[in-house]
């Protein structure tokens, strides 16, 4: 592109009054209001003009051709940024697409109280404030066992409110073998240190013995931590002590023991094929003192971390200046409150619990789905797209139940012109965005994690693209 062209083609743009000024910018003005369609139309000359300075010539500068693009731009500016997914990985509870699907019973609660006033923290009769979780602290003691139970916003920070109240310039003896760190950089460690307590390790990172515990006591011992391993496990040669036995000791020397049980499992999962969660009903029985653990995990409820245990230490943590400042908000607690209440009924739960129903999902059933979306996909899709129901492996995610799998069925999507990761990406950039796994260059659905209802924009979302690379 010569200078001469260049100035020609940076004359030619229109100016952002004329732009305004136009026909075709009138329905922007009337949906969105001059600052926004100002703002954009703005971004779009100024893009131009970059464009041109890198001798790339715009195809029409035309005011209805600029308008179009400022709609555009208002429209990526005004859509959501959290937004709807379709989960195709397997992973039940994959934490970066938000771990659990909300129950409909949770949904609905949250959006009820979400649309006015709700009876949060006064109570009925004296019109007093009251504690916020009372609206759930019935339930969890019923599921639970516990003397007492108070929530926080997640399970990290029920974990720094329990060691500062409890343990505060003191000691916390706790095995290496359970120095764990999860997603996004959670290390006990430094949980412990943030909180005010002081880390006692004792035994190995494979074996750790009761009396590694009982040489660790003095009169600096403020707790005996047990942090369940979440998202791994050590096998082989490897020992710890049951949470029995380090009550006993607590209890023999006067020292409280906390159980953080990670994904807290409120029923066995042994029904759905599934085990190695401890349960927190099974902690408390034992006698923990405290157990802390999160809602939206095995629970399947919306993100926070649940404080059971003995009265006098739910009294005291409550009564933390940090409690405050980890509390849930209504939303939280309505949908903890309906999530909690399936649980009545766990016989049921696979009916009306999303999470539950993908555990009770059977290979069979998934196999039946599978092949009657492939049959739709080769109906629409190009002959040179290979389209297979293989087999596949389903994962619980977030930590619980790292260990075992699920027998499960996917598509298999592979592409001659289109490499897999191509395609993986291009299905993530999509709306709605589908997250799929990429294996031996082809793209694999889970159908465990697609939601009832999902199939028709999936399909839709692959005849777009791979319909698309047919016609060039």
Request: aromatic share 4%; charged share 20%; proline share 6%.
């Amino acid at each position: 592109m010569t200078d001469e062209s260049r100035q020609a083609l940076f004359r030619a743009i229109p100016s952002l009054d004329a732009l305004l000024s136009s026909e075709a910018a009138a329905p922007l003005l009337a949906a969105h209001g001059r600052e926004a369609v100002v703002a954009a139309g703005r971004a779009v000359l100024d893009d131009l003009r970059a464009g041109i300075a890198a001798n790339a010539a715009p195809d029409d500068l035309s005011l209805p051709a600029l308008a179009a693009r400022v709609a555009g731009r208002l429209a990526s500016r005004l859509a959501p940024s959290l937004a709807p997914a379709i989960n195709a990985t397997g992973v039940i509870m994959h934490s970066g697409l938000g771990r659990a699907v909300l129950p409909p019973a949770a949904c609905g609660a949250l959006g009820a109280v979400a649309a006015g006033y709700s009876t949060l923290a006064l109570d009925l009769d004296s019109g007093k404030r009251v504690p916020r979780d009372r609206h759930v602290e019935g339930l969890l003691r019923d599921l639970t066992g516990a003397e007492a139970v108070t929530v926080a916003n997640n399970n990290a920070a029920a974990t720094v409110l329990i060691l500062d109240t409890m343990a505060r310039g003191k000691e916390v003896v706790v095995s290496r073998g359970q120095l764990v760190e999860i997603g996004g950089s959670f290390r006990m460690p430094d949980v412990m240190a943030s909180s005010g307590a002081v880390l006692r390790e004792v035994g190995t990172t494979n074996k750790t013995h009761l009396r590694d515990y009982e040489a660790a006591l003095s009169p600096a011992t403020g707790a005996i931590l047990r942090v369940h391993h979440s998202n791994y496990r050590i096998l082989g040669f490897a020992e710890e002590p049951p949470i029995e036995d380090l009550v006993a000791l607590g209890r023999s020397r006067g020292v409280p023991v906390i159980d953080d049980l990670g994904s807290g499992a409120l029923v066995d999962l042994a029904r759905y094929g599934l085990a190695g969660e401890p349960l927190v009903r099974a902690s408390l029985a034992a006698g923990a003192d405290v157990a802390c653990f999160s809602g939206d995990k095995l629970i399947g409820g919306p993100q926070c971390g649940i404080i059971a245990g003995r009265t006098e230490w739910i009294q005291r943590i409550r009564k933390n200046p940090l409690a405050r400042a980890f509390r849930c908000g209504k939303l939280t607690l309505a949908a903890l409150e309906a999530t909690l209440k399936l649980f009545l009924d766990p016989d049921r739960l696979a009916e009306r619990h999303p999470i539950y129903r993908m555990f009770a999902l059977t290979p069979g059933e998934l196999a039946r789905r599978a092949e009657a979306m492939a049959a739709s996909l080769r109906e629409v899709l190009p002959a040179a797209v290979a389209v297979a129901v293989v087999d596949a492996e389903s994962q619980v995610g977030s930590g619980a139940v790292p260990v075992e799998t699920m027998p499960s069925k996917a598509l298999s999507i592979r592409a001659a012109r289109l490499p897999a990761e191509d395609l993986a990406r291009r299905l993530r950039r999509g709306a709605p965005p589908v997250f799929a796994r990429v294996h031996r260059d082809a793209v694999l659905f889970d159908l465990r994690t697609v939601q009832p209802g999902q199939e028709a924009a999936l399909r839709a979302a692959l005849a777009a693209i791979l319909q698309d690379e047919k016609n060039k």
